[in-house]
């Protein structure tokens, strides 16, 4: 089978339940999925799991993808992905936690400005809402256009606009006051990011 032909013939193939046309899907999105699936919920198994999932419900399930002048596969399946990884979020936060706390132990002594900076950013961006922090992944860490990412989030593009922006005015905000509680309790303030 050509490994050339796009995602919306692949698709069609697989709807006549084509496993070769399903293969080189998976094997065409699961690097770039996995990212997004790991970047939302910070752990490695969660990330393979949830992808795992999301191509399981494709093949069971391909009808549940209509094409439209509009909507690309990977747009329609970046959406199918990011609503599983909320439904694991809400499921599994206290064992995310944990293996967080867990992770950070087993962190070298040489990493710790790596990890604090890691923390540092992800106590930032857990503290906005989950429509901003996923407005940001989209766009900033993700590299979808705000078209790309308005459609993603079933918004319009000026309401995404708007969104983006408060999401990047409150994330300043909270930089700087971050920063300042550190400086005002002692604790070596994380190097800048240029």
């Known amino acids: 089978m050509n490994d050339e032909l796009d995602d919306d013939s692949l698709m069609q193939m697989i709807v006549n339940q084509d496993a070769k046309a399903f293969t080189i899907l998976v094997h065409r999105h699961t690097p770039f999925f996995y990212k997004v699936?790991?970047?939302?919920?910070?752990?490695?198994s969660y990330a393979n799991d949830i992808l795992q999932e999301a191509f399981k419900s494709l093949w069971q399930r391909p009808n549940s993808f209509k094409k439209n002048k509009n909507t690309r596969?990977?747009?329609?399946?970046?959406?199918?992905?990011?609503?599983?990884?909320?439904?694991?979020?809400?499921?599994?936060?206290?064992?995310?936690?944990?293996?967080?706390?867990?992770?950070?132990?087993s962190v070298a002594d040489e990493y710790s400005t790596?990890?604090?900076?890691?923390?540092?950013v992800k106590n930032i961006l857990n503290?906005?809402?989950?429509?901003?922090?996923?407005?940001?992944?989209?766009?900033?860490y993700q590299g979808l256009s705000q078209k790309e990412a308005a459609e993603t989030m079933g918004m319009s593009l000026k309401a995404f606009e708007s969104l983006a922006f408060?999401?990047?005015e409150k994330l300043k905000k909270l930089v700087k006051k971050q920063?300042?509680?550190?400086?005002?309790?002692?604790i070596e303030t994380v190097q800048r990011f240029a």
């Open 73 to 105: 596969f990977t747009t329609w399946f970046y959406t199918v992905v990011i609503n599983l990884c909320k439904n694991n979020n809400r499921n599994e936060k206290s064992i995310q936690e944990k293996n967080i706390r867990q992770a950070k132990k």
């Open 114 to 120: 790596n990890e604090r900076q890691f923390e540092f």
């Open 166 to 168: 408060r999401a990047k």
């Open 37 to 44: 699936a790991y970047q939302f919920l910070w752990n490695s």
């Open 127 to 140: 503290q906005l809402a989950e429509k901003q922090q996923l407005a940001l992944m989209l766009h900033y």
């Open 179 to 186: 920063i300042k509680r550190e400086e005002e309790n002692g």
